[in-house]
């Protein structure tokens, strides 16, 4: 067996990613940066030769959810402006307008939490108010360790409340009492930290970029997961129209066509798919800018039954991947696949084929074959780091012989990075409205018609 690490000098290290390069069959190599802890400012990785369109056959799907899955980003947008209005004492559109969709969006959306905040504590910190970060983090503290279940997100916040010199207030009794009372929520949390600041406050530092960070995530966090709790007891639309101004939607719900493209690639639908054509025209033709006709997509109508036919003589595996920690992502998903399988009673399709679906939905874990999400992982080795879908693939038991034969969906530059780091050539590029101005230029494919126009217009890429 060859040995687990060599050394090797800069012109071996040089000779060596040359042969790598060669052995992979690879033109292409991703400078990755580097968390500031982290002692080499960055990561080279070879990446994936682009895989040669069309395709074969396609064994496996390792799908992102913010954005390509599901409908989170919007929330995730707004969670990081109130942190950003917090720490700036900022909070009404007068004072501050807001994130900036050009100069913040394309750097706050596809990586890590933790380099999302970074970003915004860096370009926002000449307006930062210590004293309304100080009311905010401490509300963040009181409320996470009094409703948060989560024991990683427990851990996490107390471990960064102790660094940042609140160690004491940890210990204090009468803390210990108020988060093991049940009586704080989102609605009390700030008028009850108010005696927490005046008791412990002066002990509160940040003796570094990291910890002002880490104290500013704990604040987005308080945010999402907050709104995610008032979500899973069924306020989704409420809170779309409250928070985001949109009507007639929820705030967590499937991408338009993820509620076709789950079902056929795990083999479920058959020529029955016909039925759901019109949902795919339906979004396909309400983008003008995509140039689609009528008379263009009706033309594929036919194509549609014979893709749902060849998943159901070989059905594919899917892997959702995120870097969204294990809390979000369980409720995110449990409200995605719960929103399907409601939406699938609706289908025009006969109670045999709505029964087996929704048989096949009852569980959200069991739809995939793999389920990674930042939990599984560390801060450093996020997306566009490779792990996250290295993972995926370890989980779907896919072969390196069969990553060829892989499709990787995102709607980030990380993302897609990521993909090819991971070994899949086939890294297929969804923009939305909150990532259209990233660049893309990793991705195999950019399909800015979302997943209808990659089943319908594109074939999922597939040979007749």
């Not at 067996?1 to 040359?18: F, I, K, S, T």
């Not at 700036?88 to 969006?105: F, I, S």
């Not at 450093?380 to 792990?387: A, I």
């Amino acid at each position: 067996m060859d040995r687990l690490a060599h050394y090797l000098n800069p012109q071996q290290a040089q000779e060596a990613l040359g042969e790598l390069a060669e052995q992979m069959g690879t033109t292409e190599f991703a400078q990755v940066r580097n968390l500031d802890y982290v002692p080499a400012p960055y990561e080279l990785y070879p990446l994936a030769p682009r895989t040669p369109t069309p395709m074969k056959r396609i064994t496996a799907f390792a799908v992102d959810m913010d954005g390509t899955s599901t409908t989170t980003e919007p929330l995730a947008l707004h969670s990081l402006e109130y942190m950003v209005r917090r720490f700036t004492n900022r909070m009404t559109k007068a004072e501050w307008p807001g994130l900036d969709p050009v100069k913040d969006h394309p750097y706050v959306i596809g990586n890590s939490n933790f380099r999302h905040t970074e970003f915004l504590v860096e370009r926002y910190r000449d307006a930062l108010d210590h004293e309304a970060l100080k009311q905010a983090y401490f509300e963040a503290v009181l409320w996470t360790l009094a409703c948060m279940d989560d024991p990683q997100r427990r851990r996490d916040i107390a471990q960064n409340a102790r660094n940042v010199g609140l160690g004491e207030m940890l210990a204090d009794e009468e803390f210990k009492r108020l988060t093991g009372g049940g009586t704080v929520s989102a609605k009390n949390a700030g008028e009850l930290a108010h005696p927490l600041v005046s008791r412990f406050g002066q002990a509160f530092r940040y003796d570094h970029l990291g910890e002002l960070v880490s104290a500013a995530l704990d604040i987005y966090y308080y945010r999402y997961h907050a709104i995610m709790r008032k979500i899973e007891a069924g306020a989704g639309e409420q809170l779309s129209h409250e928070l985001l101004g949109e009507h007639g939607r929820r705030l967590i719900e499937p991408m338009p066509g993820y509620e076709v493209f789950v079902p056929m690639v795990k083999g479920w639908l058959g020529p029955e798919i016909d039925a759901l054509y019109e949902r795919l025209r339906e979004h396909l033709l309400a983008d003008a800018s995509l140039g689609h006709t009528a008379t263009q997509l009706d033309a594929l109508r036919p194509r549609l039954v014979r893709l749902a036919e060849r998943f159901r003589s070989a059905p594919a595996k899917i892997g959702l991947v995120t870097a969204s920690i294990a809390y979000e992502t369980h409720a995110c998903m449990k409200e995605v696949i719960r929103v399907m399988a409601e939406d699938v009673q609706n289908w025009p399709l006969a109670a045999e084929h709505k029964d087996g679906m929704a048989a096949g939905l009852a569980d959200y874990r069991a739809v995939y074959d793999g389920f990674v999400c930042a939990t599984d992982a560390c801060e450093p080795r996020l997306k566009p780091h490779r792990d996250l879908y290295s993972l995926a693939l370890f989980q779907m038991s896919v072969s390196k012989q069969d990553y060829p034969f892989c499709m990787g969906i995102e709607d980030t530059e990380p993302g897609v990075i990521a993909l090819r780091a991971a070994g899949i050539g086939c890294a297929i590029a969804l923009p939305n409205h909150d990532t259209s101005r990233q660049d893309y230029s990793a991705a195999t494919e950019v399909v800015r018609g979302g997943l209808p126009e990659l089943m319908l217009v594109k074939n999922l890429l597939l040979e007749e």
